[in-house]
């Protein structure tokens, strides 16, 4: 079993910019990849960001490209969002997951289900 927990979440004009971290508990992540995804009320959970265990290789939904950046410290056990030039348009709650099906992954899932494990989610508003 792990545990997730985000944190960063928060209210910012739009232009701005938020550092989402998302801490694992309960065992290492270290092996895995992990994601970053969304969800704005009314609207389908939708993929923001992966990254591979060892962070060589990054996904980015077109939507957050050049904006976005997924990063991890493995011996911390966290997985970092950064998102600059924030838009109205990226507020949604976003949940760091954890897929722990195989280790040492070639390449990390963009899809919802390939993840095992979620956190509970953290709010960001961007107002225009």
């Known amino acids: 079993q792990v545990q997730l927990v985000e944190s960063g979440g928060g209210l910012v004009q739009a232009g701005g910019s938020l550092r989402l971290s998302c801490v694992a508990s309960?065992?290492?992540?270290?092996?895995?990849?992990m994601g970053w995804f969304r969800q704005a009320p009314g609207k389908e959970r939708e993929f923001v960001a992966a990254?591979?265990?060892?962070?060589?290789?990054?996904y980015y939904a077109d939507s957050v490209k050049g904006r976005f950046t997924i990063s991890r410290h493995n011996a911390k056990n966290t997985v970092y969002l950064q998102m600059n030039s924030l838009k109205p348009e990226d507020t949604a709650v976003y949940y760091c997951?954890?897929?722990?099906?195989?280790?040492?992954?070639?390449?990390?899932?963009?899809?919802?289900?390939?993840?095992?494990?979620w956190g509970q989610g953290t709010q960001v508003t961007v107002s225009s």
């Open positions: 997951a954890a897929d722990l099906d195989a280790p040492y992954g070639l390449g990390p899932g963009r899809l919802h289900y390939e993840y095992d494990y």
């Open positions: 990254i591979s265990w060892s962070g060589g290789t990054t």
């Open positions: 309960g065992r290492t992540v270290s092996s895995y990849a």
